[in-house]
Protein backbone atom coordinates (compact mmCIF):
# COMPACT_ATOMS: atom_id res chain seq x y z
CA UNK A 1 0.00 0.00 0.00
CA UNK A 2 1.21 3.57 -0.95
CA UNK A 3 1.75 5.86 1.76
CA UNK A 4 0.17 8.88 1.87
CA UNK A 5 1.99 12.31 1.05
CA UNK A 6 3.07 13.98 3.76
CA UNK A 7 1.16 16.84 2.74
CA UNK A 8 -1.90 15.13 2.37
CA UNK A 9 -4.50 15.20 5.28
CA UNK A 10 -5.06 10.96 5.77
CA UNK A 11 -8.38 9.88 6.78
CA UNK A 12 -8.99 7.92 9.75
CA UNK A 13 -12.37 5.61 10.94
CA UNK A 14 -12.61 4.53 14.19
CA UNK A 15 -14.87 1.90 14.38
CA UNK A 16 -17.67 2.26 17.41
CA UNK A 17 -19.65 -1.29 18.38
CA UNK A 18 -21.55 -1.54 21.38
CA UNK A 19 -19.40 -4.14 22.59
CA UNK A 20 -16.54 -2.13 22.56
CA UNK A 21 -14.66 -0.30 25.21
CA UNK A 22 -13.71 3.54 25.32
CA UNK A 23 -9.93 4.01 26.37
CA UNK A 24 -8.35 2.84 22.89
CA UNK A 25 -11.19 4.63 20.76
CA UNK A 26 -10.85 8.11 22.15
CA UNK A 27 -7.32 8.00 22.84
CA UNK A 28 -6.84 7.22 19.61
CA UNK A 29 -9.07 10.23 18.52
CA UNK A 30 -7.28 12.33 20.27
CA UNK A 31 -3.49 11.48 19.40
CA UNK A 32 -4.24 11.56 16.05
CA UNK A 33 -5.89 14.42 16.29
CA UNK A 34 -3.30 16.12 17.71
CA UNK A 35 -1.33 15.02 14.85
CA UNK A 36 0.43 18.52 13.36
CA UNK A 37 -1.41 20.84 15.80
CA UNK A 38 -0.36 20.83 19.22
CA UNK A 39 3.16 20.80 19.26
CA UNK A 40 2.75 24.10 18.26
CA UNK A 41 0.28 25.17 20.67
CA UNK A 42 2.81 23.96 23.68
CA UNK A 43 5.94 25.02 22.53
CA UNK A 44 5.37 28.04 20.19
CA UNK A 45 6.89 26.43 16.86
CA UNK A 46 5.64 27.29 13.41
CA UNK A 47 2.23 26.90 13.14
CA UNK A 48 0.77 23.92 12.22
CA UNK A 49 -2.30 22.21 10.59
CA UNK A 50 -4.33 18.88 11.18
CA UNK A 51 -2.92 16.13 9.34
CA UNK A 52 -5.48 13.29 10.31
CA UNK A 53 -9.24 13.80 9.56
CA UNK A 54 -10.59 11.11 12.23
CA UNK A 55 -14.19 9.97 12.46
CA UNK A 56 -16.05 7.77 15.17
CA UNK A 57 -18.21 5.47 13.22
CA UNK A 58 -20.87 3.32 14.28
CA UNK A 59 -23.04 1.02 13.45
CA UNK A 60 -25.61 3.93 12.59
CA UNK A 61 -25.43 8.03 13.86
CA UNK A 62 -26.94 6.83 16.94
CA UNK A 63 -25.47 7.67 20.47
CA UNK A 64 -25.64 4.08 22.46
CA UNK A 65 -23.87 3.05 25.49
CA UNK A 66 -20.60 1.24 25.19
CA UNK A 67 -19.60 -2.69 26.77
CA UNK A 68 -18.66 -0.27 30.33
CA UNK A 69 -21.27 1.94 29.92
CA UNK A 70 -20.08 4.76 28.33
CA UNK A 71 -21.91 6.88 25.91
CA UNK A 72 -20.23 7.13 22.67
CA UNK A 73 -21.84 9.66 19.78
CA UNK A 74 -20.64 8.59 16.17
CA UNK A 75 -19.77 11.38 14.12
CA UNK A 76 -21.55 8.82 11.47
CA UNK A 77 -22.69 5.45 10.33
CA UNK A 78 -21.29 2.49 8.39
CA UNK A 79 -23.52 3.48 6.04
CA UNK A 80 -22.45 6.85 5.10
CA UNK A 81 -18.80 5.81 4.46
CA UNK A 82 -17.92 4.59 1.16
CA UNK A 83 -14.06 5.07 1.79
CA UNK A 84 -11.27 5.72 4.10
CA UNK A 85 -7.69 5.66 4.01
CA UNK A 86 -7.65 4.28 7.22
CA UNK A 87 -9.90 2.45 9.36
CA UNK A 88 -9.07 1.37 12.81
CA UNK A 89 -10.85 -1.31 14.95
CA UNK A 90 -10.87 -0.72 18.90
CA UNK A 91 -11.13 -3.62 21.01
CA UNK A 92 -14.49 -5.38 21.81
CA UNK A 93 -15.39 -7.11 25.19
CA UNK A 94 -15.91 -10.60 24.25
CA UNK A 95 -15.55 -13.65 26.77
CA UNK A 96 -13.12 -16.27 26.58
CA UNK A 97 -15.67 -19.01 26.03
CA UNK A 98 -18.02 -16.86 23.53
CA UNK A 99 -18.18 -17.94 19.88
CA UNK A 100 -17.47 -14.54 17.85
CA UNK A 101 -18.58 -16.41 14.75
CA UNK A 102 -21.46 -14.68 12.65
CA UNK A 103 -21.77 -11.77 15.54
CA UNK A 104 -20.43 -8.56 13.76
CA UNK A 105 -22.47 -9.07 10.14
CA UNK A 106 -22.49 -5.39 9.19
CA UNK A 107 -19.34 -4.57 10.23
CA UNK A 108 -17.86 -7.35 8.72
CA UNK A 109 -19.24 -6.37 5.76
CA UNK A 110 -17.99 -2.57 6.07
CA UNK A 111 -14.39 -3.46 6.75
CA UNK A 112 -14.35 -5.83 3.99
CA UNK A 113 -15.47 -2.89 1.30
CA UNK A 114 -13.08 -0.36 2.76
CA UNK A 115 -10.33 -2.65 2.77
CA UNK A 116 -11.44 -3.51 -1.47
CA UNK A 117 -11.74 -0.02 -1.26
CA UNK A 118 -7.29 0.42 -0.83
CA UNK A 119 -7.82 1.42 3.11
CA UNK A 120 -5.22 0.57 5.83
CA UNK A 121 -7.41 -1.51 8.27
CA UNK A 122 -5.83 -1.47 11.54
CA UNK A 123 -6.91 -3.40 15.26
CA UNK A 124 -6.52 -2.78 18.57
CA UNK A 125 -6.42 -5.36 21.04
CA UNK A 126 -9.60 -7.99 20.61
CA UNK A 127 -10.56 -5.75 17.65
CA UNK A 128 -8.45 -8.66 15.32
CA UNK A 129 -11.30 -10.78 15.54
CA UNK A 130 -13.34 -8.71 13.38
CA UNK A 131 -11.24 -8.83 10.44
CA UNK A 132 -10.28 -12.69 11.55
CA UNK A 133 -14.16 -13.14 11.18
CA UNK A 134 -14.18 -10.90 7.35
CA UNK A 135 -11.67 -13.24 6.17
CA UNK A 136 -8.76 -10.53 6.07
CA UNK A 137 -6.46 -12.12 8.37
CA UNK A 138 -6.16 -15.28 6.31
CA UNK A 139 -2.82 -16.68 6.03
CA UNK A 140 -1.28 -13.44 7.35
CA UNK A 141 1.17 -13.01 10.34
CA UNK A 142 -1.26 -11.05 13.41
CA UNK A 143 -1.47 -10.32 17.14
CA UNK A 144 -4.32 -9.82 19.70
CA UNK A 145 -4.63 -9.55 22.85
CA UNK A 146 -3.32 -12.65 24.31
CA UNK A 147 -6.74 -13.41 26.10
CA UNK A 148 -8.00 -14.23 22.54
CA UNK A 149 -5.01 -16.40 20.95
CA UNK A 150 -6.92 -19.57 21.78
CA UNK A 151 -10.32 -18.29 20.72
CA UNK A 152 -8.64 -17.05 17.41
CA UNK A 153 -6.69 -20.41 17.23
CA UNK A 154 -10.02 -22.46 17.62
CA UNK A 155 -12.30 -20.04 15.07
CA UNK A 156 -9.70 -18.80 12.66
CA UNK A 157 -6.82 -21.38 12.40
CA UNK A 158 -6.06 -19.78 9.06
CA UNK A 159 -4.83 -16.53 10.85
CA UNK A 160 -0.70 -17.27 11.28
CA UNK A 161 -1.35 -16.14 15.12
CA UNK A 162 1.88 -14.11 17.27
CA UNK A 163 0.53 -13.48 20.38
CA UNK A 164 3.92 -12.22 21.54
CA UNK A 165 4.28 -9.53 19.17
CA UNK A 166 2.74 -5.28 20.18
CA UNK A 167 2.46 -4.44 16.68
CA UNK A 168 2.54 -7.24 13.75
CA UNK A 169 3.00 -5.42 10.34
CA UNK A 170 3.62 -8.44 8.40
CA UNK A 171 0.19 -7.62 6.54
CA UNK A 172 0.96 -4.32 6.01
CA UNK A 173 1.65 -4.75 2.27
CA UNK A 174 -1.91 -6.13 2.16
CA UNK A 175 -3.40 -3.35 4.01
CA UNK A 176 -3.53 -4.80 7.29
CA UNK A 177 -1.62 -3.63 11.10
CA UNK A 178 -2.70 -5.50 13.68
CA UNK A 179 -1.64 -4.58 17.44
CA UNK A 180 -1.65 -6.54 20.76
CA UNK A 181 -3.73 -5.41 23.98
CA UNK A 182 -5.35 -2.65 25.20
CA UNK A 183 -2.89 -0.24 25.51
CA UNK A 184 -0.95 -1.07 22.56
CA UNK A 185 -3.21 1.48 20.99
CA UNK A 186 -0.46 3.98 21.65
CA UNK A 187 2.23 1.76 19.71
CA UNK A 188 -0.21 2.27 16.73
CA UNK A 189 -1.14 5.95 16.89
CA UNK A 190 2.58 6.59 17.17
CA UNK A 191 3.48 4.16 13.92
CA UNK A 192 0.79 5.84 11.69
CA UNK A 193 1.97 9.33 13.13
CA UNK A 194 5.36 8.00 11.68
CA UNK A 195 4.35 6.83 8.46
CA UNK A 196 2.44 9.34 7.53
CA UNK A 197 3.11 12.11 9.40
CA UNK A 198 7.05 11.95 9.47
CA UNK A 199 8.96 10.50 12.64
CA UNK A 200 9.85 14.26 13.53
CA UNK A 201 6.40 14.08 14.67
CA UNK A 202 5.89 10.71 16.01
CA UNK A 203 8.57 11.93 18.38
CA UNK A 204 6.66 15.48 18.88
CA UNK A 205 2.99 13.20 20.05
CA UNK A 206 4.87 10.99 22.28
CA UNK A 207 6.23 14.03 23.99
CA UNK A 208 3.15 16.02 23.97
CA UNK A 209 1.56 12.79 25.88
CA UNK A 210 4.21 11.46 27.30
CA UNK A 211 4.09 7.97 25.43
CA UNK A 212 6.06 4.87 25.81
CA UNK A 213 8.94 4.32 28.36
CA UNK A 214 7.67 6.56 31.61
CA UNK A 215 10.51 4.20 33.81
CA UNK A 216 12.58 7.51 34.31
CA UNK A 217 10.19 10.05 34.55
CA UNK A 218 8.65 12.97 32.71
CA UNK A 219 11.86 15.21 32.15
CA UNK A 220 13.09 13.57 28.64
CA UNK A 221 9.81 14.13 27.33
CA UNK A 222 10.10 17.74 27.93
CA UNK A 223 10.19 20.28 25.13
CA UNK A 224 10.87 23.93 25.21
CA UNK A 225 8.06 26.15 26.55
CA UNK A 226 6.38 28.53 24.25
CA UNK A 227 8.27 32.03 25.22
CA UNK A 228 7.21 34.59 26.54
CA UNK A 229 4.98 37.52 24.52
CA UNK A 230 6.91 40.97 25.26
CA UNK A 231 7.09 44.62 23.44
CA UNK A 232 10.63 45.19 24.03
CA UNK A 233 12.45 45.49 20.62
CA UNK A 234 15.78 45.64 21.60
CA UNK A 235 15.06 41.95 23.70
CA UNK A 236 13.34 41.11 20.85
CA UNK A 237 16.12 41.83 18.12
CA UNK A 238 18.61 39.91 20.13
CA UNK A 239 16.50 36.71 20.27
CA UNK A 240 16.16 36.73 16.97
CA UNK A 241 20.32 36.97 16.66
CA UNK A 242 21.10 34.03 18.83
CA UNK A 243 18.54 31.86 17.19
CA UNK A 244 21.06 31.85 14.68
CA UNK A 245 24.13 31.98 16.43
CA UNK A 246 23.89 30.28 20.20
CA UNK A 247 27.11 28.57 19.20
CA UNK A 248 29.24 31.73 19.97
CA UNK A 249 31.76 31.39 22.30
CA UNK A 250 30.98 34.00 25.07
CA UNK A 251 26.94 34.08 23.92
CA UNK A 252 25.28 36.39 26.79
CA UNK A 253 28.82 39.14 26.32
CA UNK A 254 27.85 39.06 22.88
CA UNK A 255 24.23 39.17 23.37
CA UNK A 256 24.48 42.40 25.46
CA UNK A 257 27.42 43.68 23.34
CA UNK A 258 24.84 43.69 20.28
CA UNK A 259 21.42 45.33 22.20
CA UNK A 260 24.18 47.97 22.70
CA UNK A 261 22.92 47.92 26.67
CA UNK A 262 25.36 48.16 29.32
CA UNK A 263 25.69 43.71 30.41
CA UNK A 264 24.20 44.40 34.06
CA UNK A 265 21.31 46.64 32.48
CA UNK A 266 20.58 44.17 29.52
CA UNK A 267 20.27 40.78 31.54
CA UNK A 268 17.77 42.79 33.73
CA UNK A 269 15.55 43.56 31.21
CA UNK A 270 16.12 40.28 29.16
CA UNK A 271 14.50 38.23 32.78
CA UNK A 272 12.15 40.65 32.62
CA UNK A 273 11.18 40.37 29.33
CA UNK A 274 11.71 36.64 28.81
CA UNK A 275 11.37 35.21 32.23
CA UNK A 276 14.57 33.62 31.80
CA UNK A 277 18.32 35.09 32.65
CA UNK A 278 20.36 35.29 29.11
CA UNK A 279 22.20 32.25 30.19
CA UNK A 280 19.47 29.82 30.53
CA UNK A 281 18.52 30.61 27.27
CA UNK A 282 21.31 30.46 25.50
CA UNK A 283 21.56 26.36 27.30
CA UNK A 284 17.96 25.95 26.87
CA UNK A 285 18.36 27.10 22.42
CA UNK A 286 21.51 24.73 22.54
CA UNK A 287 19.71 21.68 24.43
CA UNK A 288 16.84 21.39 22.04
CA UNK A 289 19.09 21.37 19.05
CA UNK A 290 21.46 18.66 20.88
CA UNK A 291 17.72 16.79 21.37
CA UNK A 292 16.61 17.06 17.41
CA UNK A 293 19.84 15.78 16.45
CA UNK A 294 20.16 12.97 18.89
CA UNK A 295 16.51 11.91 17.59
CA UNK A 296 17.72 12.83 13.43
CA UNK A 297 21.01 11.72 12.99
CA UNK A 298 24.04 8.96 14.47
CA UNK A 299 26.54 11.55 14.51
CA UNK A 300 28.72 10.96 17.77
CA UNK A 301 27.66 12.66 21.02
CA UNK A 302 30.83 14.41 21.54
CA UNK A 303 30.38 16.26 18.07
CA UNK A 304 26.60 17.02 18.47
CA UNK A 305 27.86 18.55 21.96
CA UNK A 306 30.33 20.52 19.61
CA UNK A 307 27.59 20.83 17.00
CA UNK A 308 25.22 23.36 19.83
CA UNK A 309 28.64 25.18 21.08
CA UNK A 310 29.94 22.89 23.81
CA UNK A 311 33.77 22.18 23.04
CA UNK A 312 33.95 20.01 26.33
CA UNK A 313 32.43 16.04 25.78
CA UNK A 314 32.29 15.68 29.63
CA UNK A 315 30.53 19.27 30.17
CA UNK A 316 27.99 18.71 27.86
CA UNK A 317 26.98 15.01 28.80
CA UNK A 318 26.33 16.73 32.62
CA UNK A 319 24.67 19.34 31.63
CA UNK A 320 22.37 17.50 29.35
CA UNK A 321 21.57 15.29 32.16
CA UNK A 322 20.64 17.30 34.41
CA UNK A 323 18.03 19.19 31.78
CA UNK A 324 16.73 16.08 30.25
CA UNK A 325 16.99 13.64 33.14
CA UNK A 326 18.65 11.47 30.78
CA UNK A 327 22.26 10.99 28.93
CA UNK A 328 22.34 12.15 25.27
CA UNK A 329 23.50 8.21 24.56
CA UNK A 330 19.61 7.12 26.26
CA UNK A 331 18.13 9.79 25.15
CA UNK A 332 18.75 8.66 21.75
CA UNK A 333 18.25 5.26 22.11
CA UNK A 334 14.67 6.22 23.27
CA UNK A 335 13.10 8.87 20.52
CA UNK A 336 15.19 7.27 18.04
CA UNK A 337 12.43 4.11 18.30
CA UNK A 338 9.63 6.24 18.30
CA UNK A 339 7.30 4.71 16.03
CA UNK A 340 9.38 1.99 14.86
CA UNK A 341 8.54 -1.42 15.49
CA UNK A 342 10.32 -3.28 18.07
CA UNK A 343 11.53 -6.47 17.88
CA UNK A 344 9.04 -8.24 19.99
Known amino acids: MKPADKTDIVSVCLLALPDGTPAALYGLYEVLS?????????????????????????????????????PVSPHMGIADVARSDIVIVPDVAIA??????????????????????????????????????????????????????????RYYPAVRLQPERVLALDGEA????????AASWEDLALYLIA????????????????????????????GSAMPRQHDDAVVGAIQQWI???????????????????????????????TGRTPGDYVQTLRI??????????????????FQVGYEDPAYFRRLFKRRAGITPSRYRQRFQAIGKVRDD
Open 34 to 70: SAGVVWPMLTGAAAGAPRFEVRIVGLSAETFNCAVGV
Open 174 to 181: DGIITSGG
Open 243 to 273: ADHYIERAPVARMAERSGLPERTFKRRFKIA
Open 96 to 153: SDEDPRGRWPAAVRWLRSLHEGGALVCTVCTGSLLLAEAGLLDDISATTHWSAADMIA
Open 195 to 222: RFCGQEEAVRIAKVFVLGDRSEGQLPYA
Open 288 to 305: EEAKQLLETTGDPTESIG
